[in-house]
């Protein structure tokens, strides 16, 4: 079993930046495919970024060049820093793990969540 804690959201003007974390706990968690997922209202919950290891990462279009998704083994957590945000990057942010050696962008593919927080990017 894996429990994961998600932190970090709030409410920011365009342009603007912040950085999401997840802390992880329950298993070994380098072993773990972590990835950040979002859901707006009335949208199904899309795939943004994954991690297996530093140099395997995988990224929407939609948040290519603006997201970078990282993770500290050390410390049991992944980080999605997000730059230059829009008023459409605003969602509950999910973290999921899963055992998958390939970054899979399918959220049925993950088998545990965190329980979500809110990102808001105001106009």
């Known amino acids: 079993q894996v429990r994961l804690v998600e932190s970090g959201g709030g409410l920011v003007q365009t342009g603007g930046s912040l950085r999401l974390s997840c802390a992880a706990s329950g298993r070994t968690f380098s072993s773990l495919t972590m990835g950040w997922f979002r859901q707006a209202p009335g949208k199904e919950r899309e795939f943004v970024a994954g991690?297996?290891?530093?140099?395997?990462?995988r990224y929407a279009d939609s948040v290519k060049g603006r997201f970078t998704i990282s993770r500290d083994n050390a410390k049991n957590t992944v980080y999605l820093q997000m730059n230059s945000l829009k008023p459409e990057d605003t969602a509950v942010y999910y973290c999921a793990a899963g055992g998958s050696p390939v970054i899979l962008t399918i959220a049925t593919r993950y088998d545990y969540w965190g329980q979500g927080t809110q990102v808001t990017v105001s106009s």
């Open positions: 991690i297996r290891s530093s140099d395997r990462t």
